[in-house]
Nanobody, 125 residues
Framework: QVVLVESGGGLVQAGGSLRLSCAASGRTASTGALGWFRQAPGKEREFVAGISWTTDITYYADSVKGRFTISRDNAKIAVYLQMNTLKPEDTAVYYC??????????????????WGQGTQVTVSS
């Protein structure tokens, strides 16, 4: 079992920045990737960014490329999402997710085995 705890959400004006953190604990040795997803009211949960734990390759949704940056801390088994130039359409609950092993596309929600409880990000116009 892997436990994921997110932090760093909040309310920010359009154009502002936030940094989300996700700390993993438990049986993390088999973690193959960590990712961030988001879900706005009435919408499906969608991929935002992901990082391979072995290759350090990063992946981004087109809607956040150039604005968001995912990074990791191997020592802490943590992943971060730096969000700049935030827009009202970025408002959502953001979830951290962990994929066990190395199978499954990092961009697909169904590839992930463990999820955090989510943190709210609200961007005002």
């Amino acid at each position: 079992q892997v436990v994921l705890v997110e932090s760093g959400g909040g309310l920010v004006q359009a154009g502002g920045s936030l940094r989300l953190s996700c700390a993993a604990s438990g049986r993390t040795a088999s973690t193959g990737a960590l990712g961030w997803f988001r879900q706005a009211p009435g919408k499906e949960r969608e991929f935002v960014a992901g990082i391979s734990w072995t290759t350090d390759i990063t992946y981004y949704a087109d809607s956040v490329k150039g604005r968001f940056t995912i990074s990791r801390d191997n020592a802490k088994i943590a992943v971060y999402l730096q969000m700049n130039t935030l827009k009202p359409e970025d408002t959502a609950v953001y979830y951290c997710a962990a994929r066990r092993g190395y199978l499954g596309a990092i961009t697909l929600r169904t590839s992930y085995d463990y999820w955090g409880q989510g943190t709210q990000v609200t961007v005002s116009s």
